[in-house]
């Protein structure tokens, strides 16, 4: 999913580093002498999953190589608030250079796979796979749906470009749902593409209408428990169905137990609550 070593990743830090640095950290640059070691500590407040810690080590080799990172804890674990999840030591001007960067994606990355891992455990037994979704915030994508692989959840399309999503306003842009799908299949063919086809009906007559034209999944959007277990019973093995619009951690039970495929929900990204954590910096003696 993702490559905690790619070319694509490193620039990426580069560029959120000099976002966050400008010219100069001059907060350390000006109070700390700059040949000054320091020992710090990544400390978890919160109970949680955590996910982040290869990130870190990134983050730090990219500012200097020299920093010694000591990872104690591994990424998609739970573990409870007051667990030191590693040590640093390095140059102290480099440690609180890194140290924002660092918490701002382990925090939010981490609160991911936690609120993730809640949802997980409480579809356990059914069979059922929760997916993300594509509502992320730009340019942490790939960062965010890695998170949600740590709380144990599914990746649904990573983008445009590797699954056909006709949805409610491609269908309506189109005529309906046979012309949208026969166009899809001919422009796939034309163009040696070989891409899945989901379809997001909104009632009954348009699950049929997708079923008579043929696609790989079904998306059952705002339909309640109750409905998509009669729409699960009509498709039967015919393609895959996803639940989706209207799921809540209330309700997320009984639609596991309506026999969907999968459930995909918006807010293990869009909305999140980060984990707290720490980094606790001294200077060696």
């Known amino acids: 999913m993702i490559d905690f070593n790619s ?3 490193k620039n990426q830090i580069s560029q959120w580093l000099l976002e966050d640095v400008g010219s100069g950290d001059y ?3 000006a109070s700390i002498d700059n040949t000054a070691t320091a020992e710090s500590k990544l ?3 919160d109970n949680g999953v955590v996910a982040g810690l290869e990130l870190a080590k990134v983050i730090f080799n990219c500012i200097d190589p020299s920093v010694q990172l000591n990872v104690l ?3 998609g674990v739970y573990y409870e608030k007051g667990t030191i999840l590693a040590t640093a030591t390095g140059n102290a001007q480099v440690l609180l250079k890194g140290e924002r960067l660092m918490l701002n994606l382990m925090q939010r990355l981490s ?5 993730t891992k ?3 455990d409480i579809v356990e037994g059914t069979g059922v796979k929760l997916l993300d979704t594509r509502k992320t915030t730009p340019g942490l994508r790939h960062l965010e749906k890695w998170a949600v692989t740590m709380g144990g959840g599914f990746n649904h399309r990573i983008g445009l470009y590797d699954m056909i999503m006709l949805k409610d306003n491609h269908i309506d842009s189109s005529g309906g749902i046979t012309t949208a799908v026969n166009r899809t299949k001919q422009y796939l063919k034309e163009n040696n593409l070989n891409l899945k086809i989901e379809v997001e009906t909104r009632n009954m007559d348009e699950v049929n ?14 339909f ?3 409905q998509c277990k009669f729409a699960v019973d009509v498709i039967g093995n015919q393609c895959e169905t996803e639940a989706s619009g209207g799921i809540t951690l209330a309700n997320l039970k009984e639609y596991a137990l309506s026999g969907v495929t999968y459930i995909s929900l918006g807010y293990f990204t869009h909305s999140v609550k980060a984990l707290d954590i720490s980094f606790k910096t001294k200077l060696k003696k």
């Not at 209408?209 to 705002?222: K, P, S, W, Y």
Request: aromatic share 6%; proline share 3%.
């Open 224 to 226: 309640y428990p109750e």
């Open 27 to 29: 907060s350390s640059l």
């Open 43 to 45: 400390i978890l407040k």
């Open 73 to 75: 804890a591994s990424d």
């Open 118 to 120: 809640v949802a997980v």
């Open 111 to 115: 609160g991911i796979a936690t609120q």
């Open 7 to 9: 070319d694509f990743l």
């Open 209 to 222: 209408e997708a079923l008579a034209v043929g696609v790989d999944r079904i998306m059952l959007d705002n």
